[in-house]
Structure formats: C-alpha cells, structure tokens
C-alpha cells in the first residue's frame, strides 16, 4: 500500500539535545512538507521541499532543520535552539508545486523530559 | 497572504441532526480549498477539495461544501451526522505559488447521542 510513515510514533528530548523526525513517503511525490500542531492553533508550515535537494523555510523555521537527499524522504531535526518543542509534528507529501493534494502521514509527538 | 478562519472552537450535534462548520478565507485570487479531519492523535485525511467548477463539492463519508466567492466561504456540511464523526475538523487554504496551504485553527465536533 502506498502511503506516509513517520516514526517514532511519541519521542522524548532531553534539554539541549538535538532529535531527529523521520517521514517516509512511497508516492512517488516529489514535495514533501513539515508542520507542527499546537492545541487551538491548526498547522503551522515548518520546511517544506519541493524537488531532491532543496528546500525552503516555512513560517516557523527557526530552531530546525531538513534535509532531501532522497525523493522518498524528508527527515526533520528538532534542534536545541527549539525553546518549545512539545508539539504534534506532521509530515505531508504532495505531487508536483502546484494545485496539489497533500496527504499526510500519522503524525509524531514531542515531549520534552 | 492568505488566512483562514474557522470561527467555532467546539460544536454539539446530536447523532442524527445536520451539521454546518464554517470556514472564511481571505486571499486575492482564486484560491483552491481543502477540508480534513482528524481523529486524536491520528494524521488528517482529506474530506473534499475545491480547485474549480461547480461550487458545491462532494466528499467521503457524506460531507460536502459549498464555495461562495462572495462571501469568501467554504462551508462544510452534513445531513445526518453519526457518532463516528466525532472529530477535529480543518479548513485550509492555497496559493498556486508553492503549494503552500494555510489552515484553520479547527473545529472540534462532539457528537451526542
């Protein structure tokens, strides 16, 4: 079945460290995005990309940071310099740039110890 | 840039009663409308979308929606609401540029039987 997965399904950061989101994609999609839900608040974009090897800034970018080396993933890392990180993360993927579906993945949730 | 307003937090239904969530817009061309729902802790799924022609649109599980250019609205709607509906419901937006979507800030749907 195709579809999005992301894993862990709950991860637990310590003060000061950096943390590691990963999302999988078998669509053959070529844009895959992050956001980040907070109670109240609906998604917020983080990173989105849109072919291998690049990638731009959402609304809410700073303290993390992507990388799309490979088609079928876009993985996200939660830096220390994220003050608030506790939130529900999800990752999407859509077909091409323009007037596109996103279909999204089952979501990771952050806490912080 | 756009926006999204989804002016109802929380909604009561009783199973079997009718069902409107609204949702207004704020964007300078033609936008292109999605609305998804979510269960807790799970990923959102697509419910409908509206890209263009015929402003009334049909979704999964008996939902649609209705586009209103003139009242930059895109309501979501349903006959008889079952207790499985019992969900967050997102309203979101796109520009073409991008793929970029802005959503809502959801509505929450409890459903009393």
């Known amino acids: 079945d195709g579809g999005i997965t992301q894993s862990p399904k709950y991860l637990f950061r310590k003060e000061g460290q950096n943390v590691t989101l990963s999302c999988e994609q078998n669509?053959?999609?070529?844009?895959m995005y992050w956001y980040r839900q907070d109670p109240g608040q609906g998604l917020r974009l983080i990173y989105y990309?849109?072919?291998?090897?690049?990638?731009q800034k959402g609304d809410i970018a700073e303290g993390y940071s992507v990388s799309r080396e490979k088609k079928e993933s876009f993985p996200l890392t939660v830096t220390s310099a994220q003050k608030n990180p506790t939130a529900f993360y999800l990752c999407?993927?859509?077909?091409?740039?323009?007037?596109?579906?996103?279909?999204f993945g089952p979501g990771t949730r952050l806490l912080v110890l | 840039a756009q926006s999204v307003t989804q002016p109802d937090i929380h909604i009561t239904v009783s199973e079997g009663a009718s069902l409107e969530l609204r949702c207004n817009y704020s964007?300078?061309?033609?936008?292109?409308l999605f609305w998804y729902v979510q269960s807790p802790g799970q990923g959102l799924q697509l419910l409908l979308k509206?890209?263009?022609?015929?402003?009334l649109v049909q979704g999964i599980k008996g939902f649609e929606a209705e586009f209103k250019r003139s009242q930059s609205s895109f309501n979501l709607r349903k006959p008889s609401v079952h207790w499985s509906d019992a969900a967050e419901y997102f309203c979101?937006?796109?520009?073409?540029?991008?793929?970029?979507?802005?959503f809502g800030a959801g509505t929450i749907l409890r459903v009393k039987s």
């Open positions: 509206y890209f263009s022609g015929d402003t």
């Open positions: 964007y300078g061309a033609t936008p292109y």
């Open positions: 669509l053959n999609h070529d844009a």
């Open positions: 999407a993927s859509s077909e091409g740039q323009g007037r596109e579906t996103q279909y």
């Open positions: 979101a937006v796109g520009a073409s540029y991008g793929n970029k979507l802005v």
């Open positions: 990309s849109q072919i291998v090897n690049d990638f």
